[in-house]
């Protein structure tokens, strides 16, 4: 095990990170899935007592992933917020996060939680790309799909079981011609994949990345087992 590893995509060497990310040295691109700003704050609005302080430890993590690889621009495929993209205390933690690093090119996959952040956009900036955008070999999407490139997408918020340890683990998911990255926000669920012939999970075990090899498992889709 080890807290990165480098695997060959579309003929680019790209690094999958423990901390649920993944790195394109050539650009020094950052991808993460997931992100779901906000999350705590809309289950709190809803009646539903949830600890305090995701977004902030989230944020923390993203900052030392790009002081870690040295990333010149961040990706997000999708799911950028939760909920709401006015109000909150999460949002002060958000801005001066991004004042901090006001230099850095931030992109956004629009995902299917993301229907008001066309609103914050400009003021936060943020270059909000289509569903299924060309990035040199690769298709940059929210939600995984077979494409004559190879498709970087989230949405699934993929989680597998690993011999020896309680539960199900945030994993990458990969096939041909398909990664998707498990949710990059600690305080999401996960979903059950029903594996696919030549599947491959990468799971993040807190801060180590262990390879498991699907093998036989049945199935060509995907069972969701909790919610996103």
């Known amino acids: 095990m080890a807290a990165s590893l480098v695997r060959e995509l579309a003929g680019e060497p790209m690094q999958l990170l423990a901390d649920r990310a993944l790195f394109w040295p050539a650009e020094a691109v950052l991808f993460i899935a997931d992100l779901h700003l906000g999350k705590g704050e809309a289950l709190r609005r809803g009646g539903i007592a949830v600890p305090r ?20 621009e961040l990706c997000v495929l999708g799911d950028f917020l939760h909920g709401a993209a006015d109000g909150g ?7 001066a996060w991004r004042a901090a690093h006001a230099a850095l ?40 799909r077979t494409d004559a490139g ?5 949405h699934l918020h993929p989680r597998v079981r690993y011999p020896g340890l309680p539960g199900r683990w945030p994993a990458f998911l990969m096939r041909p011609g398909l990664t998707v990255l498990p949710a ?3 305080f999401t669920g996960g979903t059950d994949p029903l ?12 801060d180590q990345l262990a390879e498991r090899d699907a093998g036989r498992a049945a199935g060509n889709g995907f069972r969701p087992r909790y919610g996103r």
């Open 195 to 206: 594996a696919a012939p030549g599947d491959s999970y990468f799971v993040c075990l807190d």
């Open 89 to 95: 205390a999460w949002q002060q933690e958000w801005q």
């Open 184 to 186: 990059f926000s600690r």
């Open 105 to 144: 090119p931030i992109s956004v996959v629009a995902g299917n939680h993301d229907r008001r952040l066309h609103r914050q956009a400009e003021a936060w900036h943020l270059a909000l790309l289509d569903e299924n955008t060309p990035r040199g070999p690769f298709r940059l999407c929210h939600l995984p």
């Open 150 to 154: 190879h498709v970087i997408a989230g």
């Open 53 to 72: 302080g995701g977004t902030r430890e989230d944020l923390a993590r993203l900052h030392a992933l790009l002081d870690a690889t040295g990333a010149r």
